[in-house]
T-cell receptor, first 110, second 114 residues
Framework: DAGVTQSPTHLIKTRGQQVTLRCSPK?????VSWYQQALGQGPQFIFQ???????QRGNFPDRFSGHQFPNYSSELNVNALLLGDSALYLC?????????FGPGTRLLVL | QKEVEQNSGPLSVPEGAIASLNCTYS??????FFWYRQYSGKSPELIMS????GDKEDGRFTAQLNKASQYVSLLIRDSQPSDSATYLC??????????????FGKGTHLIIQP
């Protein structure tokens, strides 16, 4: 049984660019949450998708947007990248009880 | 503002001893509590979840919850060098922990000395 997968593993962008990160949940999981983890910090909740709708959102600007597809996979889009967006982006999938994390995408903004 | 506080460490424990990790949270509406382990450069890995006051044991790990004191702890018995990692405490309001955004502490860096 494949766990949560994310792509790409690493990404380098320049300020002002846009980026799309992808996540496939564990088999049987219908909920996808996205987190941003800066170096030395705990993950910060960005938003959660369920039934193709954004169900809950953390304290992140509108530059951060997402989408969930009918097969429950999800994308995180970040527009107008800032240097401060450099972080590990984590996707977690769940089906009510517990959130399981994927390996993450490490984004570097230059 | 929901907050989760952890001592960042490093917490250094001799091999074979008990490691005790602590976490406090500010949101009295929190109902689900989790401990994740994160190795350097890797993603968080679930160790334990706890929903009710008291102790919950799983192998060498014991989670303790005291909602009145807004306190969660993790005990690791017979600590091994492979337990050296950052331990993240996470909470959320949902009774089902997957259906709500998690609020994380900054993590405690644990070092097990051989």
């Amino acid at each position: 049984d494949a766990g949560v997968t994310q792509s790409p593993t690493h990404l380098i962008k320049t300020r002002g660019q846009q980026v799309t990160l992808r996540c496939s949940p564990k088999s049987g999981h219908d909920t996808v949450s996205w987190y941003q983890q800066a170096l030395g910090q705990g993950p910060q909740f960005i938003f959660q998708y369920y039934e193709e709708e954004e169900r809950q959102r953390g304290n992140f600007p509108d530059r951060f947007s997402g989408h969930q597809f009918p097969n429950y996979s999800s994308e995180l889009n970040v527009n107008a990248l800032l240097l401060g967006d450099s972080a590990l982006y984590l996707c977690a999938s769940s089906v009510q009880e517990t959130q399981y994390f994927g390996p993450g995408t490490r984004l570097l903004v230059l | 503002q929901k907050e989760v506080e952890q001592n960042s460490g490093p917490l250094s424990v001799p091999e074979g001893a008990i490691a005790s990790l602590n976490c406090t949270y500010s949101d009295r509406g929190s109902q689900s509590f989790f401990w994740y382990r994160q190795y350097s450069g890797k993603s968080p890995e679930l160790i334990m979840s706890i929903y009710s006051n008291g102790d919950k044991e799983d192998g060498r790990f014991t989670a303790q919850l005291n909602k009145a004191s807004q306190y969660v702890s993790l005990l690791i018995r017979d600590s091994q060098p492979s337990d050296s990692a950052t331990y993240l405490c996470a909470v959320n309001r949902g009774r089902k922990g997957g259906a709500d955004g998690l609020t994380f502490g900054k993590g405690t860096h644990l070092i097990i000395q051989p």
